[in-house]
Every structure is written in C-alpha cells, then in structure tokens.
C-alpha cells in the first residue's frame, strides 16, 4: 500500500471520527438542555391547567413564577429560582408547608389570563389557597428568595404578654386586637388564617390567659384600632368569629384603607394598577390636613373608588412632583392629580374641605376640562351669564376684543409630565407582553 492510500484512509477514518464525535457532542447538548428544562425541573413545581389549584390549595404558602421562554429575563431567573426552591425545600421540608412553583404563559395561556399576566417574568404568592395582593418585585437572588419565604413563614401574630404591652403598639399601624380564652379552639384557628392573608397590611396582636381574663369574660372578642389612636376609637367585630369569610371581609375593610400613602417601596405596584393618582403631599407631623382629606373623600368621592387611586404622600421625600408643579417643601401642604402624562394642582388646598371643590377637580380630570383649561384658558361662560340685551353694544364689543387680544398673546403650554409614571415596571426588568418579545 503506497504513501497516498495510507494518508486517504486516514483522513477518511479521521473524518469518521469527527463525525462521531459532533453527533455525540449534539446528544450530550441536548441532554444537558432536557435537563435544566423548567418542566423537569428537581425542586420547583411545574404548574398547569391539570393541577395548579391542588398544588395552590394543598401548600400554606405557594411561591409562583409566571414566565415566557422567549423572555431573556425569564431565562437568567431560571437556574436561580431552581436554587431557591431547592433551599426552600430543605428548609421547610414538611409537606404541605412551601412550594415554590413555575408556570410557562405560553403553553398555559388560561391560567395567565386568569392572573392578569402581561409582564414577564411576574413572582405572585398565594397564601392559604389565595392569591397575596401584593407581587414580588423585590431582588432576583437565591438569598433574597429564600428571605422572602422566611419572613412569609414568620408567625403574623404578636401576643401580648401584659395589658401594659398594648402601650408598645405602633400607634401609626392599623392594628387588629384580638382576646381568646385560649389558642385551641376554632376562633383562634380562623383569626390566625386572618392575620396570615392580612399580614402586609395590618398588625395582629392577641392577649390570652389570666392577664386578660376580663376581656373574655363576655368571650372572644376582636377589634379594630385605627392609626394614630390609643383605644377611645376601637370598633369591635360583631360577626361570627368562626367565620372565616365574614372575618376576612370584616378585617379587609379596616386593613386595606381607602385612602392609602405612597412609598418608594410601593409605588411600583400602585402605578401598575393604571388608574390617575389624587395626592396629598404633605409634612409627615400634618395629621390634621391628613384626617380632613381623608374625610372629604370618604364623604364626597367614595363612588370614585376605581376610577382614581386616592394616595398621601410625604412631600419632604417627594420633593421631584413638587418641583415639576413649581413647588417645594415650604408650601406644603398641597394637592396634585397625576394622570400619567401631566399634573395638575389643586388651586387651592385652602379650599379642600369646602363642599364639592375636590369633587369637581377630579370630575375637571374626567371631562378633559383641566387640560383644556391649562392650554385655553377658564372654558367660556354660559349664554344666560353674558351681557344682557338691554345693554349698550358698544362696550361689550370693546370687552370682548380685549378678551380676544389677552388669548392671543397668551402662549399655550404643557401642563407639568407626569412623574410618578416612571415608577412603573421597567423594560429593563421585564419582557411585556407577546409582540414585544426578546431575541435571545
């Protein structure tokens, strides 16, 4: 066998080798990929029409992950969330306790739907079979994780161990107080489901046993403490307390307040909400301008729940919408409506308990009347209120051209843009919705 056959049959055995090696190469990718696919995920729960309410039902706390393949973000959160689930599990390895879970949007269109998913990924938590009413938007990490589902896990009810521990009560807290016999019977067991679906918006506090024997002697009883109050203005449960609905609806109205303040923490979630924002700005020691607002509402907009989100806010943080509206911490107090693409103040907060002024400033917002107004001018006055007949013509020719010259030197401009709207989701946190999607 000459030189060059030898060389061709080892190139041609070389080239066989090759071969065998890319399609092996190929079969382990693909076996790797199969493997760190969410649906054969180890420790999170892959959730579908088939079984997310047995997994959400049957677990006291259930973490989920609502993703899109094609979401690069959904993609990086993937091997963490695989982590956390693993360090939840061992954890709390008892069943029925934790799950963390995953549920792709794409294939599961129905249960997204359900959810109002329109960003990904979105990190809900359910509580006892319910969905909490706040999202996870807090950091991406294994150990951020896992701190969330401790503190998730915490027990939300403080028991006191005196009446004199009722003086250490946040006074600035809306606080629940309960007094029970004991802890072993059904009352305990229902308020407890409470104070867990509750546990972000309100304190719970319990006294039991001979220190509070008093209490009790008529039996279990709860009530509500509104904020900044010691005791003279508690309103006492008067449903079943074993209950749970009854409570919860009862405990809802006194935890979730109609008027509610405005955080940097929670500003991304109110704003995601998408309705226009009715601000109070105001010094944090100004509970007087506080309690009037929140009576006005109460009293004249309370039909508008829905339409507009009523929020306080501390203005001495707050200092940027302020500065937009022309204003500062010195003219504190003061009242804003943002719509999301401009602001508008209140003309005068002098004038916020006066009947209906509040009202027609939101309804002004509704009709388009205070951006027409900002750019134009007061809207003309009604047929019935111009000049009368019997009036010389002459002078209401002179007023009206007066009128005509004052709009024609005045230069229309925009009202103030909005800055609360750049509290929502970010793109660069989130994929939205399905023509938006990432090349990865």
């Not at 807290?173 to 867990?196: C, H, L, Q, W």
């Not at 307390?241 to 509610?260: M, S, T, Y």
């Not at 009128?403 to 994929?431: A, C, G, I, N, W």
Request: aromatic residues 10%.
């Amino acid at each position: 066998m000459d030189t060059m056959e030898r060389l061709s049959r080892m190139e041609v055995w070389h080239r066989f080798l090759c071969d065998k090696w890319l399609r092996f190469s190929f079969l382990l990718f693909l076996m790797v990929s199969m493997l760190w696919c969410p649906s054969s995920s180890q420790f999170a729960n892959q959730l579908n029409s088939a079984n997310f309410d047995q997994v959400v039902q049957s677990n006291e706390v259930v973490f989920v992950n609502f993703y899109a393949n094609w979401c690069r973000f959904s993609q990086m959160l993937k091997p963490i969330w695989e982590e956390a689930a693993k360090a939840t599990k061992s954890e709390f390895p008892e069943e029925g306790r934790v799950a963390l879970a995953g549920v792709d949007c794409e294939s599961e269109s129905e249960i997204a739907k359900k959810y109002h998913i329109s960003k990904y990924p979105t990190l809900k938590l359910f509580r006892n079979g319910r969905l909490a009413k706040r999202e996870y938007r807090s950091q991406r990490s294994k150990d951020a994780f896992v701190s969330f589902i401790q503190e998730q896990m915490k027990d939300p009810i403080v028991m006191l161990q005196d009446k004199m521990a009722l003086n250490n009560i946040d006074e600035k807290k809306r606080n629940v107080i309960a007094y029970f016999a004991n802890t072993e019977g059904p009352d305990y067991k229902v308020f407890m489901r409470v104070a867990s679906s509750l546990r972000d918006d309100c304190n719970f506090y319990v006294g039991t046993g001979d220190a509070f024997r008093p209490e009790t002697v008529p039996g279990n009883n709860i009530m509500f403490r509104p904020p900044r109050t010691r005791g003279d203005q508690d309103m006492l449960y008067m449903g079943t307390l074993n209950n749970f609905e009854l409570l919860l609806a009862w405990a809802n109205d006194k935890c979730i307040p109609l008027v509610r303040e405005i955080t940097f923490e929670n500003g991304e979630e109110l704003t995601e909400e998408g309705l226009p924002f009715l601000i109070l700005f105001h010094k944090t020691e100004d509970t007087d301008v506080v309690q009037k607002y929140n009576q006005v509402i109460s009293r004249e907009l309370i039909q508008e729940k829905g339409n507009i989100n009523f929020l306080t806010a501390d203005g001495t943080k707050f200092t940027h919408p302020l500065h937009h509206l022309g204003k500062s911490a010195a003219d504190l107090p003061l009242v804003a409506i943002d719509s999301f693409r401009h602001m508008y103040l209140f003309p005068d907060i002098n004038e916020l308990t006066v009947p209906m002024k509040l009202k027609t400033f939101v309804q002004d917002l509704h009709s388009g009347k205070l951006h027409r107004e900002f750019h134009h001018g007061p809207d003309p006055v009604t047929p019935e209120s111009q000049t009368q007949p019997s009036q010389k013509p002459q002078p209401g020719i002179v007023i009206n051209q007066q009128q005509q010259q004052k709009k024609q030197e005045k230069k229309p401009t925009d009202p103030p843009e909005s800055t609360f709207v750049k509290l929502k989701p970010s793109e660069h946190r989130y994929s939205f919705g399905r023509d938006g999607r990432d090349e990865l």
